[in-house]
């Protein structure tokens, strides 16, 4: 059904209209694809407790705090950045010349902690297309348990993953190369390419230069609340950070690394230029766009997408 017959109504009567008018054996991505970002949202949150048909066809979800401690957000919060960031990284394939409308692609969400961008992927694929992987267990352990419904798979701190070479068409990357060392992220971004079939795309974000500055003021409050002592302690020294990047070197501070279970000065904040992604992704990727932050305006992150080559 055509977008233009629900302009106007609610995303709930949107929504509405649209399982109405499907049959009962239709997927969500066969009833809800093309549907808008806030149709989208109020489906997996309102919807979902709602409406007993997208209760059944939807995972259940972990408790608020269990979703913040993975995010920063929880429920129609979490969706809504997450619907702005799968509508980036589908743009940015499509940009390359990535069919996302093609059937049977394979989509890969790395680092899907509680099956977040996954779930919000499902408007566009079904669940069988979709790979979820984490270094985590105990988040593979919580998308297991709320019946996500996707493939699943462990993956270690350094590469290589254990996926075939040319498995995969598409790649999406939500705040884990925002974390990434240096070293840590070049060798993803090497092993990546690897998976990727001929003409893939990998998409991923990171931190945006405004993020040295906001940890600046994070710094000058009189009380720092507790989630925020992380940001505080990252980039001091802000104007030569500032000034790195405008070189277009690599930005990575370790600060608040905790070292559990990781090698040492593999996470923290990782804030890096158009200039280093054009640069040393081009080592392995044919065409490479770096999209900042303040121009895509969907979140608050800028994103780096690659084509590997025919």
């Given amino acids: ?17 649209r399982l109405k008018d499907s049959s009962p054996g239709d997927s969500l991505c066969a009833m809800l694809r093309g549907c808008s970002d806030a149709e989208w949202v109020w489906a997996l949150t309102e919807g979902r407790a709602e409406i007993e048909r997208l209760t059944g066809l939807l995972p259940t ?21 997450a619907a702005g960031a799968v509508g980036v990284f589908l743009a940015e394939a499509r940009a390359l010349g990535l069919d996302v409308s093609r059937p049977g692609l394979r989509v890969i969400d790395i680092g899907c902690g509680w099956g977040r961008i996954t779930q919000t992927l499902f408007r566009d694929f079904e669940p069988g297309q979709i790979l979820g992987c984490d270094v985590m267990p105990e988040a593979l352990e919580i ?15 350094m590469p290589p993953v254990d996926l075939a070479d040319g498995s995969a068409d598409l790649m999406v990357a939500y705040s884990v190369f925002s974390h ?9 971004v ?3 390419a690897r998976v990727l079939r001929p003409g893939g795309v990998l998409v991923v974000t990171t931190r945006p ?26 980039f001091k020294d802000s104007q030569s950070w500032l000034d790195r990047y405008d070189r277009g070197e690599f930005c ?7 070292g559990a279970g990781r090698p040492e000065d593999y996470y923290g904040e990782a804030v890096v230029p158009g200039a280093y992604a054009e640069t040393h992704w081009g080592r392995f990727f044919e065409s490479v766009r770096f999209t900042p932050a303040d121009k895509h305006r969907k979140f608050d992150q800028s994103v780096i997408a690659a084509r590997k080559a025919l």
């Fill in 180 to 188: 990434l060392s240096e070293e840590a992220h070049m060798a993803w």
């Fill in 143 to 157: 998308c297991r348990a709320s019946g996500l419904g996707v493939e699943l798979k462990q993956m270690p701190y």
């Fill in 1 to 17: 059904m055509a977008f233009s017959v629900f302009k106007g109504r609610s995303p709930r009567e949107a929504v509405t209209e």
């Fill in 61 to 81: 979800l972990p408790d608020a705090m269990q979703q913040r401690r993975f995010t920063g957000r929880n429920d129609k919060e979490a969706f809504a950045q």
């Fill in 209 to 234: 230069r405004a993020f040295i500055s906001y940890a600046e003021s994070v710094r000058r409050q009189p009380d720092i609340p507790p989630h925020a002592r992380a940001t505080a302690n990252a």
């Fill in 252 to 258: 990575f501070d370790a600060a608040f690394s905790d």
């Fill in 190 to 192: 090497e092993d990546f």
